[in-house]
């Protein structure tokens, strides 16, 4: 018996639609395939997926996925640890048994930490603040340290190195004296300083600038427009001044430096002074900077009370000697 013959047309539509059921049938095995192959194990949870929670509900807007962890890049370093104060229980406990007053204060380079110890107004600030005469001196020229006039250059060394107080005077009074010193403090953010008036100071045998009065943070302030590239000082001008303070005479070595390996760098600047006409009550202050063995810190300690002069020096050595070991 002979077939009938479909006209071409519905032949072709036949044709094509066999073509497209074979091609169904293959996406739908792969997508089954793919599923298998991808099927977490048994009683394992699913990831949810963008904007849902692990039951396939909406995640809400104010909740998002939590960020991921930051990936370091090759070569990069890991973000500085963070210190516990250094200051401990064995520097508070000097503080609340000494006789007179501590107060001190230490900044942290490498994390911008900050910490303080003992309460207390500011005191006086005896040879510390030819630290503050120093940069207010370098301030006014603002260009390098080849333009301050050699008498001054020669004085600036016998200040910083050598503590001598006739040089002091003299550059109190090149700087500007309290009106320009002031300035300058108050440009870089001291708040607390208060610069003594007089030279030459009734009933008070010493130049007078060292009854100038501070606090321990604002000696922080001034410390880092020593190592910050956004110091009012230029670069010559801080590495001329650190290169004095870490030069200092062998028998002014204490203070900040107390406790510290000779390896480590120290910059400092230390005063003393007695408060009475007795002289069994002194001023003993330190301030510098520590770099080295793994630390990079500022410190400044203001101490009154001490019976001698040797025991305000002892006092400092030993509070530094616990912030360095503390440090690590």
Same mark, same amino acid.
């Given at each position: ?162 503590? #001598? ?145 040797? #025991? ?17």
């Amino acid at each position: 018996m002979s077939r009938a013959r479909l006209p071409g047309s519905a032949s072709r539509s036949l044709a094509l639609a066999a073509v497209t059921l074979v091609v169904i049938s293959a996406f739908v095995a792969g997508s089954v395939l793919a599923l298998r192959l991808h099927r977490p194990p048994a009683g394992s949870r699913q990831a949810a997926g963008p904007g849902l929670r692990a039951s396939g509900t909406p995640a809400s807007w104010h909740s998002p996925p939590k960020s991921p962890a930051p990936v370091l890049s090759p070569g990069s370093s890991p973000p500085p640890r963070q210190h516990r104060d250094p200051f401990g229980s064995a520097g508070a406990a000097l503080a609340s048994t000494h006789p007179g007053m501590i107060t001190a204060a230490v900044y942290d380079v490498d994390t911008g930490q900050e910490w303080s110890l003992g309460h207390g107004p500011a005191q006086a600030e005896a040879s510390v603040v030819k630290l503050d005469i120093l940069e207010t001196l370098l301030a006014r020229y603002r260009d390098t340290v080849s333009t301050l006039p050699a008498r001054d250059l020669a004085s600036a060394q016998q200040m910083m190195e050598f503590s #001598d107080n006739t040089a002091a005077t003299a550059l109190w009074l090149a700087a500007g004296g309290p009106g320009e010193i002031g300035s300058y403090n108050a440009t870089v953010g001291l708040r607390d300083t208060a610069l003594s008036r007089c030279v030459d100071c009734r009933e008070f045998p010493l130049p007078g600038w060292g009854l100038s009065t501070t606090t321990p943070g604002d000696q922080i302030t001034l410390l880092r427009q020593l190592i910050s590239p956004r110091s009012l000082l230029t670069a010559s001008q801080r590495r001329y001044a650190l290169r004095l303070m870490e030069n200092v005479t062998p028998s002014q070595r204490w203070g900040v430096s107390g406790g510290i390996p000779p390896s480590v760098t120290v910059a400092l600047k230390n005063g003393w002074l007695p408060l009475d006409a007795a002289g069994d009550d002194w001023q003993v202050n330190s301030v510098g900077w520590i770099c080295g063995d793994g630390r990079d810190y500022l410190m400044a300690v203001l101490t009154t009370g001490s019976a001698t002069e040797q #025991d305000g020096i002892d006092l400092i050595d030993e509070v530094t000697g616990i912030v360095w070991r503390n440090m690590r």
